[in-house]
T-cell receptor
């Protein structure tokens, strides 16, 4: 089945800097890759997603890139702000089994 | 956007009792809902897939007799933790996708979770 690896597990940046979180997946048939932001004590919130027919997608300060050949995808946050501090999860959906598999999560800390 | 409401947000129960958690899709009908469990500082683990009008599909290692799922309407799924024990203490989160999506290849919207503490 699908396996998703996420790095780093923790990331600390200064306000205004960029943050990059990387994920790799194992199932070449996976075709949908969402990213979620989870604040303490709350459920995950979808922040951006990308499908396998697209290489890059951007939404204001957030962008996601996908390399199907290498089977990895990344989240890029520019001009980070303290309110970006949270745990971020990548996920991959594959046709095999039909379920969303999550990475281990990255705890992002943006220092003012 | 799509809203998924979960209740209660926090519950404390004694060992051996049962606890019911509700998950509602507020502004859309969800034929499929998903239940996840999350331990502190860990990722989300899928427990089961809840289908309206039919039996839930459980992931390997999840006891279906312990975690009872009912999806009686298009806007409500419930998870009942029966005979709860301290090791069942966790953060339980439900999710749903908008109808009309092709299979599961669509955004999942999550509830705000239920913190269960079994004493």
């Amino acid at each position: 089945g699908e396996n998703v690896e996420q790095h780093p597990s923790t990331l600390s940046v200064q306000e205004g800097d960029s943050a990059v979180i990387k994920c790799t997946y194992s199932d070449s048939a996976s075709n949908y890759f969402p990213w979620y932001k989870q604040e303490l004590g709350k459920g995950p919130q979808l922040i951006i997603d990308i499908r396998s027919n697209v290489g890059e997608k951007k939404d204001q300060r957030i962008a996601v890139t996908l390399n199907k050949t290498a089977k990895h995808f990344s989240l890029h946050i520019t001009e980070t702000q303290p309110e970006d501090s949270a745990v971020y999860f990548c996920a991959a959906f594959g046709n095999q089994g039909g379920k969303l598999i999550f990475g281990q999560g990255t705890e992002l800390s943006v220092k003012p | 956007g799509a809203v998924v409401s979960q209740h209660p947000s926090r519950v404390i129960c004694k060992s051996g009792t049962s606890v019911k958690i509700e998950c509602r899709s507020l502004d859309f009908q969800a034929t499929t809902m998903f239940w996840y469990r999350q331990f502190p500082k860990q990722s989300l683990m899928l427990m089961a897939t809840s289908n309206e009008g039919s039996k839930a599909t459980y992931e390997q290692g999840v006891e279906k007799d312990k975690f009872l799922i009912n999806h009686a309407s298009l806007t409500l799924s419930t998870l009942t933790v029966t005979s709860a024990h301290p090791e069942d203490s966790s953060f339980y989160i439900c999710s749903a996708s908008l109808p009309g999506a092709s299979s599961y290849n669509s955004p999942l919207h999550f509830g705000n979770g239920t913190r269960l503490t079994v004493t």
